[in-house]
């Protein structure tokens, strides 16, 4: 499970243009803070498709409730690493112990403190060693997490009581060796947007017999799409965010999408949707940065516009996912808007019951590098925000 690490006494300077990694003295790994799992990323863009972050981008880390752990800025790419240490006693001619390199990302916080996110927990399963013993002049090389290095040195031949000293060698390596980080504070990195929320209750869904709200809606139930005319919902699954939730995380909150505010009487009443959720934009200026007419794009990033706003007087609320064989734009309360998106990582977020029905329906989704096409360009949060401000800037439409 991926987890976030404070590094201590480490600050990192957000006002410069390129933010610089300040270390503290005598860096030690036993010195870094309890590792804080958690299960998704909170990154604008997101909603079902992998994004890739520059650093100076807004990310958080979350539970599956959407709870954040750690929320910060994306400061590039570290390798944390240590020289190999080189232990000897009466009895064993030789061995090197080399603590393996840790690779993550690095995240400050508003105060500018210093977080490692890695895939794995900073702990004794997830850290690994590589160690190599000399026994009667014959070298022997394993590579092990630190909780069980013990057992893999017992199965070298002629090892014998010789494992305790080196397993306390490794103990003295976490405890005094130095640490040396090195950061590549250009880089960029992909992660997975944590919100893949869909539609409030109440939307009305335009189907083969008429417009039906969302929550009555079924499996096998004929949706009309843009593209494929009316297709079966394959699953539909209901997520519901309690008030204590949303007060904890008012990134959870829906956005409302006031009548009339994508174009001429689209939508045809206000629309509630997810932040992450798509909408799609229609128009000359999708042409010009995009080079395609149409592109989807999350509703949180037009809250910029006239119409456009986070509902912040709904006490809790009920989102829906909609899923076809493919990627499709569907109707809601007459405004163009996408079907769920089940990218490569984005069913971690409907919990495990709810993706163990869909991967029973498309087993091709358990295969990470299986990439579902797109019904339309997905533009990311930059780009989207960018999008808004040259429609608000034109006094054009966001449905031409």
Known sequence: MPSVTQLPDSTIDLEVETPILSLGENFVLNDLNTSQSFDLYDVEGGGGSDVTIQPGDEFST????????????????????????????????????????????????????????????????????????????????????????????????????????????VQGVL?????????????????????????????????????????????????LTKDNGFQAIRWIGRVRVAATSLERNPKLRPIRISAGALGAGTPTVDLLVSPQHRVLVRSKIAMKMFGALEVLVAAKQLIRLDGVDIATDLTEVDYFHMLFD???????????????????????????????????????????????EPARPIASGRQGRRLADRHGQNARSLVA
Request: charged share 15%; proline share 6%; with cysteine.
């Open 326 to 372: 493919r990627h499709e734009v569907v109707i809601s309360n007459g405004a163009e808007t996408e079907s769920l998106y089940p990218g490569p990582q984005a069913l971690k977020s409907v919990g495990k019951a709810a993706a163990d029905e869909i991967y029973a329906l498309f087993p091709e989704l358990r295969d990470l590098h299986c990439v579902p």
């Open 62 to 169: 979350v539970t599956a409730e959407g709870t954040p752990v750690v929320t910060g800025t994306y400061a590039g790419e570290v390798t944390i690493s240590t020289a190999a240490v080189d232990v000897g006693t009466p009895f064993l001619l030789g061995a090197t112990i080399q603590l393996n390199d840790i690779t993550g990302s690095l995240l400050a916080d508003e105060s500018g403190n210093a977080y490692i996110v890695t895939d794995d927990p900073l702990d004794e399963d997830h850290l690994t060693a590589t160690v190599t013993v000399t026994i009667a002049g014959i070298p022997t090389t394993i590579t092990a997490p630190i909780s069980e290095l013990a057992a893999e040195l017992n199965l070298i031949p002629g090892i014998g009581t010789l494992t305790d000293t080196i397993t306390d060698a």
């Open 175 to 223: 405890d005094t060796a130095i640490l040396t980080i090195d950061q590549d504070e250009t880089a960029s990195t992909t992660l997975a947007a944590s919100e893949i929320f869909c539609f409030v209750a109440g939307t009305l869904i335009e189907t083969e017999n008429g417009p039906i709200a969302i929550e009555n809606l079924v499996p096998g139930d004929m949706v």
